[in-house]
């Protein structure tokens, strides 16, 4: 069995029972998700694998050791860099981590967080023309502060925009979903 589908059946193992956010859609559409962008792009199969078990260490009981032993420290580094390292912060501070980490991400690291945040924000913009506005109620911060974030991650990316073009596909959906790059404050 190759990386990839060893990834898949992990990820669907980890996150089995979880749902999207106020949703009843499984989670593991999700990983999965961001994976196949990740394909689209002809990234490698280490950060196709990285793409689907993304949120197993921020989201479920898999651990950084478990990830080593059946995917490689390369795999297992690229789900840390994509990782919150410590829920116990607020937000704001997790936020403003993840922000500040892309100035010293490898390109790899860089395809997995971009392919995490633009199937995010693609499933936020279909939520909206399905609910509305009121999509904005389940996120523990509200527009302007998912504006604040999805904005901040794509101006720190745009370094790297001639290497991986998911990252000019995030813009523009940024841009669809907050009517603007602008941040709110």
Same mark, same amino acid.
């Given at each position: 069995m190759n990386l990839i589908d060893q990834a898949i059946i992990f990820a669907a193992k980890a996150h089995?029972?979880?749902?999207?956010?106020?949703?009843?859609?499984?989670y593991i559409t999700h990983p999965f998700s961001v994976g196949m962008l990740l394909q689209k792009e002809n990234c490698s199969e280490q950060v196709i694998a990285a793409g689907i078990l993304h949120d197993t260490l921020e989201d479920t009981a898999a651990t950084y050791e478990q990830l080593k032993e059946h995917f490689g420290i390369r795999v297992?580094? =690229?789900?840390? #860099? &994509?990782? !919150?390292?410590?829920?116990?912060?607020?937000?704001?501070?997790?936020?403003?981590?993840?922000?500040?980490? =892309?100035?010293? #991400? &490898?390109? !790899?690291?860089?395809?997995?967080?971009?392919?995490d945040k633009l199937h995010n924000l693609l499933t936020i913009h279909f939520d909206l023309d399905t609910i509305g506005e009121a999509v904005w109620d389940r996120f523990k911060r509200g527009k302007t502060e998912q504006h604040w974030y999805y904005a901040s991650m794509v101006r720190e990316l745009m370094i790297h925009q001639n290497e991986f073009k998911l990252i000019l596909e995030l813009?523009?959906?940024v841009i669809k979903v907050f009517g603007s790059m602008d941040v709110p404050y």
């Open positions: 089995m029972g979880q749902t999207r956010k106020s949703s009843d859609i499984p297992a580094n =690229l789900v840390l #860099a &994509a990782s !919150e390292q410590d829920k116990s912060l607020s937000w704001e501070e997790r936020k403003k981590h993840t922000i500040d980490s =892309l100035k010293d #991400a &490898a390109l !790899e690291e860089i395809q997995v967080i971009t392919a813009k523009k959906e």
